[in-house]
């Protein structure tokens, strides 16, 4: 039923404003323009996520099956020849130490003339110890032996007068034999006092603590007042001309590798300093205890060298053919070295592998690789084995 057509025009002006509040609202006053407007761009927006949907759905080419894999960079490292090299950790010593004590009865020191640090040369006074008493001793085998002259003069002037006198016949052969005797008892007696005070004199000389060889003082062990004898420890350590070693231990093959006479870069431990050597004695024997043996290395004087401190050794074990790999392509893990190798199908296999010297090119492999294979060069880390990857050849 349609109500508007009951409503008369007569039914007055108060039915005919009502009617055209209502007709005059909201919907009535939003403009048509900007009802096609949104409508619009809603079915425009509606178009392009359609397009964009079946996009994403197209399938790849047949012939782009590797567009998802990653890209490595190999390369083929070859063989060259590496100057090996041993790397051993050791202590500095003096080559040929001289503990230098008390050679004869001792005494108190009264004077030390050298500290550690100090160059001696041969013969020169270390230390001197009191002799006061031995000089007193000396003196008097001295008269002694003055004693023993005046006896033997009187013997001799007794028997000259004896020879004189037997050709008369008033002194008989016999006491001209008792007299010679009494001489010769008396110039053994003047020999014997002179022999005894040498050796007083010579004992005296042995107070004055001496240096067996020119070296450089390593240790001082005495001070004046000191009681020193011949039970008493060394009173000072020289280094034979000042000549210092290194006493590297190395296992026992790479001690098979070495020769006398093959040079090493020693640099003691705390310090940038190199010291050039060279391996003077290798060890004959093996410790059982820990496998190792020591390799004697010779270096000239340096302050630099101090006895008893670390340091560590680079001996030249010779040159050997190996592959160098940079130190990015080499890998480890609890089971050892490994490096990724790419294969003709494009997957990555893990390669164990043992490494050699560390040179200024990389890293030498001696054990794993024959140096024509296609090697990661980065990111071996992010990789697994088996994984298809994409390798680039590294751009020289």
């Known amino acids: 039923m349609n109500y508007e057509t009951t409503i008369s025009a007569d039914a007055g002006d108060g039915v005919t404003a009502d009617y055209a509040a209502a007709r005059s609202g909201p919907a009535a006053a939003v403009p048509r323009w900007l009802i096609f ?20 759905r197209q399938p790849a080419p047949a012939s782009d099956n590797n567009s998802q894999a990653a890209t490595v960079t ?50 020169q006074v270390l230390a001197v110890i009191d002799r006061s008493v031995q000089v007193q001793q000396a003196a008097a085998q001295a008269a002694q032996i003055d004693v023993a002259r005046a006896d033997a003069n009187l013997a001799q002037a007794n028997l ?24 010769d008892a ?16 010579a004992r005296n ?13 390593l240790a001082r062990n ?31 093959e790479q001690l098979a590798k070495l020769a006398v006479g093959t040079s090493a870069a020693v640099v003691p431990a705390g310090s940038d300093q190199r010291f050039t050597g060279q391996v003077w004695q290798l060890a004959p024997t093996i410790d059982q205890t820990t496998r190792q043996g020591t390799v004697r290395i010779a270096l000239d004087f340096s302050p630099g060298l101090r006895p008893g401190g670390f340091a560590t050794a680079r001996i030249n074990s010779g040159s050997f053919s190996a592959t160098v790999l940079p130190e990015s392509a080499v890998l480890a893990d609890a089971k050892g070295s490994f490096v990724y190798v790419v294969g003709a ?3 990555t296999e893990r390669r164990a592998v043992k490494t050699g010297a560390v040179t200024p090119n990389g890293i030498a492999i001696t054990e794993g690789l024959n140096g024509s294979e296609r090697v990661v060069l980065r990111a071996g ?4 084995p088996g994984e298809t990857v994409n390798p680039q050849p590294l751009q020289k």
Do not use: C, H
């Open 37 to 56: 407007g949104v409508g619009g761009l809603f079915v425009l927006l509606l178009a392009i996520g359609a397009f964009f949907a079946f996009a994403g």
């Open 74 to 123: 190999v390369v083929t490292p070859g063989r060259t020849m590496v100057a090996g090299e041993i790397e051993a950790p050791g202590t500095l010593a003096a080559r040929r130490p001289m503990p230098v004590g008390i050679a004869g009865e001792g005494g108190q020191v009264v004077r030390v003339t050298v500290d550690a640090g100090d160059w001696v040369r041969q013969g």
């Open 160 to 183: 000259d007068r004896a020879l004189q006198l037997v050709a008369r016949g008033f002194v008989s052969k016999a006491d001209v034999d008792r007299l010679t005797a009494t001489r």
């Open 186 to 201: 008396a110039v053994a007696r003047v020999k014997v006092a002179e022999a005894q005070l040498r050796e007083l004199r």
């Open 205 to 217: 000389q042995r107070l004055d603590v001496l240096a067996p060889a020119s070296g450089y003082v």
């Open 222 to 252: 005495v001070e004046p007042g000191q009681t020193v004898g011949a039970g008493s420890q060394a009173l000072f350590t020289i280094a034979s001309g000042g000549e210092m070693e290194m006493l590297a231990r190395v296992s026992e």
């Open 345 to 347: 199908d494009k997957k």
């Open 381 to 384: 880390g992010f990789l697994n």
